[in-house]
Protein backbone atom coordinates (compact mmCIF):
# COMPACT_ATOMS: atom_id res chain seq x y z
CA UNK A 1 0.00 0.00 0.00
CA UNK A 2 1.13 3.74 -0.32
CA UNK A 3 1.29 5.07 2.91
CA UNK A 4 -0.23 8.07 3.54
CA UNK A 5 -3.21 9.26 6.62
CA UNK A 6 -5.89 7.40 5.28
CA UNK A 7 -4.37 3.91 5.42
CA UNK A 8 -2.31 3.87 8.20
CA UNK A 9 -5.45 4.45 10.26
CA UNK A 10 -6.40 0.85 9.03
CA UNK A 11 -3.72 -0.74 9.75
CA UNK A 12 -3.94 -3.07 12.75
CA UNK A 13 -0.97 -4.07 15.57
CA UNK A 14 0.80 -7.71 15.14
CA UNK A 15 -0.60 -9.99 18.13
CA UNK A 16 2.94 -10.49 19.52
CA UNK A 17 6.40 -8.60 18.26
CA UNK A 18 6.28 -5.84 15.79
CA UNK A 19 5.22 -6.21 11.39
CA UNK A 20 7.04 -3.90 8.68
CA UNK A 21 4.50 -2.41 5.95
CA UNK A 22 6.82 -1.00 2.58
CA UNK A 23 5.58 1.70 0.81
CA UNK A 24 4.67 0.82 -2.76
CA UNK A 25 5.64 3.84 -4.06
CA UNK A 26 9.14 4.85 -2.27
CA UNK A 27 11.26 1.99 -1.65
CA UNK A 28 12.94 1.33 0.86
CA UNK A 29 10.28 3.76 3.08
CA UNK A 30 8.51 1.83 5.82
CA UNK A 31 6.20 1.65 8.78
CA UNK A 32 7.16 -0.42 11.98
CA UNK A 33 4.33 -1.10 13.90
CA UNK A 34 4.21 -2.89 17.29
CA UNK A 35 2.37 -5.29 19.11
CA UNK A 36 1.23 -2.56 21.68
CA UNK A 37 -0.53 -0.30 18.46
CA UNK A 38 2.96 1.85 18.17
CA UNK A 39 3.91 2.92 14.82
CA UNK A 40 7.01 4.26 13.59
CA UNK A 41 8.07 5.43 10.28
CA UNK A 42 11.37 3.98 9.17
CA UNK A 43 13.92 3.49 5.95
CA UNK A 44 16.08 0.89 4.94
CA UNK A 45 19.35 0.46 2.48
CA UNK A 46 22.12 -1.90 1.75
CA UNK A 47 25.03 -0.20 2.86
CA UNK A 48 28.80 -2.08 1.65
CA UNK A 49 26.65 -4.89 0.89
CA UNK A 50 24.88 -4.37 4.92
CA UNK A 51 21.15 -3.80 5.49
CA UNK A 52 20.62 -0.82 7.24
CA UNK A 53 17.35 0.37 9.16
CA UNK A 54 16.73 3.37 10.20
CA UNK A 55 13.96 5.64 12.06
CA UNK A 56 12.96 8.81 11.12
CA UNK A 57 10.47 9.71 14.10
CA UNK A 58 6.80 8.56 15.74
CA UNK A 59 3.75 8.24 13.87
CA UNK A 60 1.70 11.68 14.69
CA UNK A 61 4.75 13.84 15.31
CA UNK A 62 4.87 14.90 11.13
CA UNK A 63 2.71 14.13 8.14
CA UNK A 64 3.06 11.06 6.29
CA UNK A 65 3.86 13.20 3.64
CA UNK A 66 6.66 14.91 5.57
CA UNK A 67 8.27 11.75 6.47
CA UNK A 68 8.15 10.96 3.00
CA UNK A 69 10.38 13.90 1.87
CA UNK A 70 12.80 13.10 5.01
CA UNK A 71 12.79 9.55 3.46
CA UNK A 72 14.02 10.02 0.22
CA UNK A 73 16.67 12.49 1.22
CA UNK A 74 17.91 9.74 3.76
CA UNK A 75 17.56 7.10 1.31
CA UNK A 76 19.71 9.19 -1.37
CA UNK A 77 21.81 9.71 1.83
CA UNK A 78 22.24 6.13 2.09
CA UNK A 79 22.66 4.87 -1.88
CA UNK A 80 25.97 7.57 -1.55
CA UNK A 81 27.20 5.01 1.48
CA UNK A 82 26.15 6.94 4.71
CA UNK A 83 25.11 5.29 7.01
CA UNK A 84 22.66 7.23 9.54
CA UNK A 85 22.61 4.70 11.91
CA UNK A 86 26.15 5.28 12.40
CA UNK A 87 26.09 8.68 12.46
CA UNK A 88 23.89 8.59 15.17
CA UNK A 89 26.16 6.69 17.49
CA UNK A 90 28.77 8.39 16.41
CA UNK A 91 26.84 11.78 17.00
CA UNK A 92 25.92 10.56 20.34
CA UNK A 93 29.30 9.38 21.38
CA UNK A 94 30.63 12.82 20.65
CA UNK A 95 28.31 14.38 22.76
CA UNK A 96 29.22 12.83 25.75
CA UNK A 97 29.67 15.74 28.38
CA UNK A 98 32.15 16.16 30.90
CA UNK A 99 29.25 15.87 33.82
CA UNK A 100 28.79 12.33 32.07
CA UNK A 101 32.49 11.11 32.31
CA UNK A 102 32.94 12.22 35.99
CA UNK A 103 29.83 10.45 36.79
CA UNK A 104 30.83 7.26 34.93
CA UNK A 105 34.57 7.81 36.54
CA UNK A 106 33.21 7.82 40.30
CA UNK A 107 31.06 5.03 39.47
CA UNK A 108 32.96 2.67 38.08
CA UNK A 109 37.16 4.14 38.44
CA UNK A 110 39.03 1.46 40.25
CA UNK A 111 42.49 1.99 42.38
CA UNK A 112 45.43 -0.77 41.30
CA UNK A 113 44.27 -2.64 44.01
CA UNK A 114 41.17 -3.32 42.42
CA UNK A 115 39.22 -1.01 45.22
CA UNK A 116 36.52 1.78 44.85
CA UNK A 117 37.74 5.71 45.11
CA UNK A 118 37.50 6.84 48.71
CA UNK A 119 35.25 9.17 49.03
CA UNK A 120 37.74 12.20 49.87
CA UNK A 121 38.53 11.78 46.01
CA UNK A 122 35.14 11.42 45.22
CA UNK A 123 34.43 14.93 47.08
CA UNK A 124 38.03 16.78 45.29
CA UNK A 125 36.67 15.36 41.95
CA UNK A 126 33.18 16.58 42.36
CA UNK A 127 34.31 19.93 44.10
CA UNK A 128 36.43 20.71 40.82
CA UNK A 129 33.33 19.40 38.37
CA UNK A 130 31.47 22.54 40.40
CA UNK A 131 33.91 24.33 40.21
CA UNK A 132 36.75 25.14 38.27
CA UNK A 133 34.95 24.02 35.61
CA UNK A 134 31.46 24.79 36.20
CA UNK A 135 31.07 26.27 32.79
CA UNK A 136 32.30 23.04 30.86
CA UNK A 137 30.04 20.52 33.12
CA UNK A 138 27.50 20.48 30.05
CA UNK A 139 30.28 20.45 27.27
CA UNK A 140 31.07 17.71 25.34
CA UNK A 141 34.56 16.54 26.32
CA UNK A 142 35.80 16.32 22.43
CA UNK A 143 35.33 20.13 22.46
CA UNK A 144 37.52 20.50 25.02
CA UNK A 145 40.93 22.29 23.52
CA UNK A 146 44.14 22.84 24.30
CA UNK A 147 43.72 26.50 24.17
CA UNK A 148 40.86 25.94 26.51
CA UNK A 149 42.67 24.22 28.74
CA UNK A 150 45.83 26.78 29.28
CA UNK A 151 43.15 29.10 29.43
CA UNK A 152 41.56 27.51 32.36
CA UNK A 153 44.63 26.78 34.00
CA UNK A 154 46.18 30.41 34.00
CA UNK A 155 43.12 31.74 35.31
CA UNK A 156 42.70 29.63 38.43
CA UNK A 157 46.68 29.65 39.33
CA UNK A 158 45.56 34.05 39.66
CA UNK A 159 43.66 32.27 42.97
CA UNK A 160 45.70 29.09 43.71
CA UNK A 161 48.30 27.33 42.22
CA UNK A 162 47.81 24.25 44.04
CA UNK A 163 44.39 24.17 43.43
CA UNK A 164 45.18 24.68 40.24
CA UNK A 165 47.36 22.12 39.73
CA UNK A 166 45.11 19.90 41.66
CA UNK A 167 42.25 21.14 38.86
CA UNK A 168 44.28 20.10 36.28
CA UNK A 169 45.44 16.40 37.86
CA UNK A 170 41.45 15.93 37.93
CA UNK A 171 40.53 16.67 34.68
CA UNK A 172 43.75 14.84 33.10
CA UNK A 173 42.15 11.89 34.76
CA UNK A 174 38.56 12.27 33.38
CA UNK A 175 40.11 13.09 29.41
CA UNK A 176 42.20 9.43 30.01
CA UNK A 177 39.24 7.65 31.02
CA UNK A 178 36.80 9.08 28.61
CA UNK A 179 39.81 8.21 25.98
CA UNK A 180 39.86 4.35 27.28
CA UNK A 181 36.28 4.16 27.32
CA UNK A 182 34.56 5.98 24.88
CA UNK A 183 34.47 5.53 21.13
CA UNK A 184 32.88 5.85 17.45
CA UNK A 185 30.94 3.25 16.06
CA UNK A 186 34.09 2.84 13.69
CA UNK A 187 36.24 2.28 16.84
CA UNK A 188 38.07 5.44 17.04
CA UNK A 189 38.83 7.73 20.59
CA UNK A 190 36.67 10.09 20.93
CA UNK A 191 39.55 11.91 22.51
CA UNK A 192 43.06 11.64 20.26
CA UNK A 193 45.50 13.45 22.59
CA UNK A 194 44.54 14.69 25.65
CA UNK A 195 44.28 17.95 25.87
CA UNK A 196 45.95 18.66 29.49
CA UNK A 197 48.99 17.80 28.21
CA UNK A 198 49.71 21.31 27.01
CA UNK A 199 50.43 22.23 29.69
CA UNK A 200 53.53 20.00 29.99
CA UNK A 201 54.38 20.85 26.39
CA UNK A 202 54.57 24.27 26.98
CA UNK A 203 56.08 23.76 30.30
CA UNK A 204 53.45 26.19 31.61
CA UNK A 205 53.29 24.24 35.21
CA UNK A 206 53.86 25.87 37.94
CA UNK A 207 55.50 24.23 41.25
CA UNK A 208 54.26 24.62 44.32
CA UNK A 209 57.10 24.81 47.21
CA UNK A 210 55.91 21.14 49.36
CA UNK A 211 54.82 22.78 52.87
CA UNK A 212 57.12 22.33 55.92
CA UNK A 213 54.99 24.05 58.56
CA UNK A 214 55.20 22.42 62.05
CA UNK A 215 55.55 22.84 65.80
CA UNK A 216 59.31 23.97 65.82
CA UNK A 217 60.99 21.72 68.05
CA UNK A 218 62.37 24.63 70.53
CA UNK A 219 58.93 25.04 70.83
CA UNK A 220 57.24 21.60 71.23
CA UNK A 221 57.68 22.10 75.26
CA UNK A 222 56.32 25.11 75.27
CA UNK A 223 52.89 23.91 72.78
CA UNK A 224 52.94 20.56 74.43
CA UNK A 225 52.37 21.87 77.84
CA UNK A 226 49.76 24.12 76.75
CA UNK A 227 47.89 21.34 74.85
CA UNK A 228 48.03 19.68 77.86
CA UNK A 229 47.03 22.07 80.07
CA UNK A 230 43.82 22.60 77.79
CA UNK A 231 42.73 18.73 78.35
CA UNK A 232 42.78 19.25 81.73
CA UNK A 233 40.73 22.70 81.73
CA UNK A 234 37.47 21.78 83.39
CA UNK A 235 35.53 24.38 81.92
CA UNK A 236 35.88 22.71 78.94
CA UNK A 237 32.46 21.55 77.17
CA UNK A 238 32.21 17.59 76.35
CA UNK A 239 33.18 18.31 72.33
CA UNK A 240 35.94 20.87 73.29
CA UNK A 241 37.60 18.27 75.22
CA UNK A 242 37.48 15.42 72.82
CA UNK A 243 38.85 17.97 70.21
CA UNK A 244 41.97 18.50 72.41
CA UNK A 245 42.10 15.20 73.40
CA UNK A 246 41.93 14.34 68.95
CA UNK A 247 45.05 17.35 68.85
CA UNK A 248 47.08 15.85 71.59
CA UNK A 249 46.79 12.11 69.80
CA UNK A 250 47.61 13.81 66.54
CA UNK A 251 50.80 14.95 67.95
CA UNK A 252 51.57 11.92 69.40
CA UNK A 253 50.96 9.06 66.74
CA UNK A 254 51.52 11.02 63.46
CA UNK A 255 48.04 9.43 62.11
CA UNK A 256 46.27 11.21 59.68
CA UNK A 257 43.13 13.72 60.96
CA UNK A 258 40.98 10.90 58.96
CA UNK A 259 42.60 8.29 60.51
CA UNK A 260 42.66 9.42 64.31
CA UNK A 261 38.55 11.07 64.61
CA UNK A 262 37.56 7.83 63.27
CA UNK A 263 38.55 5.36 65.51
CA UNK A 264 36.03 3.08 66.84
CA UNK A 265 37.02 1.28 70.25
CA UNK A 266 36.48 -2.03 68.24
CA UNK A 267 40.07 -1.04 66.58
CA UNK A 268 41.98 -0.33 69.93
CA UNK A 269 43.58 -3.79 70.89
CA UNK A 270 45.63 -3.54 74.09
CA UNK A 271 48.59 -1.21 72.64
CA UNK A 272 47.65 -1.40 69.54
CA UNK A 273 45.39 0.56 66.55
CA UNK A 274 44.45 -1.27 63.51
CA UNK A 275 43.43 0.54 60.84
CA UNK A 276 41.28 -0.39 57.98
CA UNK A 277 41.59 0.66 54.25
CA UNK A 278 43.29 3.44 54.66
CA UNK A 279 44.35 6.23 52.56
CA UNK A 280 47.54 3.84 51.22
CA UNK A 281 44.71 0.97 50.83
CA UNK A 282 45.69 -1.23 53.26
CA UNK A 283 45.39 -2.65 56.96
CA UNK A 284 47.73 -1.89 59.04
CA UNK A 285 48.72 -2.69 62.84
CA UNK A 286 50.19 0.16 64.36
CA UNK A 287 52.19 0.35 67.73
CA UNK A 288 50.35 2.65 70.46
CA UNK A 289 53.16 4.72 72.91
CA UNK A 290 52.46 4.45 76.70
CA UNK A 291 51.36 8.47 76.32
CA UNK A 292 48.82 7.58 73.35
CA UNK A 293 47.47 4.62 74.93
CA UNK A 294 46.40 6.57 77.82
CA UNK A 295 45.03 9.57 76.10
CA UNK A 296 42.81 6.87 74.23
CA UNK A 297 41.80 5.18 77.84
CA UNK A 298 40.29 9.13 78.82
CA UNK A 299 37.57 8.71 76.33
CA UNK A 300 35.76 6.18 77.24
CA UNK A 301 32.21 6.43 76.78
CA UNK A 302 29.27 4.63 75.37
CA UNK A 303 29.60 5.33 71.50
CA UNK A 304 31.39 3.18 69.04
CA UNK A 305 33.72 5.86 68.38
CA UNK A 306 36.47 7.22 70.67
CA UNK A 307 36.26 10.62 69.25
CA UNK A 308 32.15 10.84 69.11
CA UNK A 309 30.21 13.50 67.09
CA UNK A 310 29.25 16.77 68.75
CA UNK A 311 26.17 15.48 68.64
CA UNK A 312 24.00 12.89 66.73
CA UNK A 313 25.94 9.63 65.59
CA UNK A 314 29.00 9.18 64.33
CA UNK A 315 32.48 10.70 65.07
CA UNK A 316 34.57 13.97 65.57
CA UNK A 317 34.80 15.90 62.52
CA UNK A 318 37.60 17.90 63.13
CA UNK A 319 39.64 20.36 66.04
CA UNK A 320 40.67 23.47 63.97
CA UNK A 321 39.00 25.17 66.86
CA UNK A 322 41.42 24.22 69.70
CA UNK A 323 44.02 24.27 66.82
CA UNK A 324 42.93 28.08 66.99
CA UNK A 325 43.07 28.36 70.49
CA UNK A 326 46.84 26.84 70.78
CA UNK A 327 47.78 29.46 68.28
CA UNK A 328 46.73 32.30 70.41
CA UNK A 329 48.18 30.75 73.61
CA UNK A 330 51.48 30.05 71.65
CA UNK A 331 51.23 32.16 68.70
CA UNK A 332 52.42 28.38 67.00
CA UNK A 333 49.91 27.92 63.71
CA UNK A 334 50.12 24.93 62.59
CA UNK A 335 47.03 22.60 60.55
CA UNK A 336 46.02 18.52 61.57
CA UNK A 337 48.23 17.71 59.09
CA UNK A 338 51.22 19.75 60.41
CA UNK A 339 51.34 17.59 63.48
CA UNK A 340 52.12 14.83 61.15
CA UNK A 341 55.33 16.68 59.72
CA UNK A 342 55.78 17.59 63.66
CA UNK A 343 55.77 13.92 64.50
CA UNK A 344 58.40 12.83 61.80
CA UNK A 345 60.72 15.94 63.01
CA UNK A 346 60.59 14.69 66.50
CA UNK A 347 61.01 10.93 65.48
CA UNK A 348 64.54 12.04 63.63
CA UNK A 349 65.39 14.02 66.94
CA UNK A 350 65.32 11.21 68.64
CA UNK A 351 67.35 9.00 66.16
CA UNK A 352 64.35 6.83 64.83
CA UNK A 353 65.02 5.26 61.32
CA UNK A 354 63.51 6.99 58.50
CA UNK A 355 61.97 3.55 57.37
CA UNK A 356 60.61 2.87 60.60
CA UNK A 357 59.09 6.40 61.16
CA UNK A 358 57.31 5.84 57.61
CA UNK A 359 56.37 2.62 59.19
CA UNK A 360 54.66 3.90 62.19
CA UNK A 361 53.17 7.03 59.75
CA UNK A 362 51.62 4.70 57.20
CA UNK A 363 53.45 6.12 54.64
CA UNK A 364 54.30 4.65 51.27
CA UNK A 365 57.65 3.05 51.00
CA UNK A 366 57.73 2.84 47.34
CA UNK A 367 61.31 4.33 47.18
CA UNK A 368 62.67 1.54 48.80
CA UNK A 369 61.98 -1.61 46.65
CA UNK A 370 63.56 -4.57 49.67
CA UNK A 371 60.73 -2.61 51.88
CA UNK A 372 58.22 -2.04 49.62
CA UNK A 373 57.86 -5.67 48.05
CA UNK A 374 59.78 -7.72 51.26
CA UNK A 375 58.95 -6.56 53.79
CA UNK A 376 55.34 -7.39 56.03
CA UNK A 377 54.61 -3.87 57.22
CA UNK A 378 51.19 -4.82 57.80
CA UNK A 379 51.92 -5.52 61.34
CA UNK A 380 54.63 -3.19 62.82
CA UNK A 381 53.65 -3.32 66.44
CA UNK A 382 57.20 -4.26 66.99
CA UNK A 383 57.72 -0.75 66.82
CA UNK A 384 56.56 0.16 70.17
CA UNK A 385 60.08 1.36 71.12
CA UNK A 386 60.47 3.34 68.79
CA UNK A 387 56.97 4.89 69.52
CA UNK A 388 57.67 5.16 73.41
CA UNK A 389 60.64 6.70 72.30
CA UNK A 390 58.73 9.85 70.02
CA UNK A 391 56.07 10.08 73.01
CA UNK A 392 58.45 10.58 75.83
CA UNK A 393 60.02 13.57 73.64
CA UNK A 394 56.89 15.91 73.64
CA UNK A 395 56.99 14.94 77.68
CA UNK A 396 60.41 15.34 77.88
CA UNK A 397 60.06 18.80 76.42
CA UNK A 398 57.37 19.97 78.39
CA UNK A 399 58.93 18.84 81.93
CA UNK A 400 61.80 21.16 80.41
CA UNK A 401 59.75 24.03 79.28
CA UNK A 402 57.97 23.90 82.97
CA UNK A 403 60.53 23.76 85.24
CA UNK A 404 61.80 26.61 83.32
CA UNK A 405 59.13 28.35 83.54
CA UNK A 406 58.99 28.23 87.45
CA UNK A 407 62.58 29.02 87.88
CA UNK A 408 62.10 32.34 85.98
CA UNK A 409 59.08 32.67 88.39
CA UNK A 410 60.74 31.94 91.48
CA UNK A 411 63.36 34.60 90.51
CA UNK A 412 60.68 37.71 89.61
CA UNK A 413 59.48 37.13 93.30
Keep these: MKLNATTIKSILPPETGYSLIWDDDLQGFGLRVTAKGGKSYIVQAKIHGKTVRHTLGKHGVLTAEEYRKRAKTKLGQMAEGRNPVAEKRRKKALSVTLTDVTDAYLESRRTRTGKPLKDRTKKDVRYHLEGT ?43 NYAAATYRTPEGTRIIQDNPTEVLRDANVLRAVAPKKSMVPLDRVGEWWSTVQAMRADPALTPASRSAA ?39 VRLPLSALALEIIQTRKNKTPFVFPARSGKGHLKDCRGQLM ?24 KVGVELWRTKALMNHKQDNDITLSHYADLSDVRDLKPEADRIADYFEEQRRIYEAGNVVALEQRA
Excluded at 327 to 333: D, L, S, Y
Design 325 to 348: ILTEKTGVEVTAHDLRRTFRAVAA
Design 133 to 175: FSDWKDKPVAEITRDMVLSKYRSRCKTSVAQANQAMRVLSALL
Design 245 to 283: DLVALLAVTGLRLGEARSIRWDQVDGASLHLVDTKNRTD
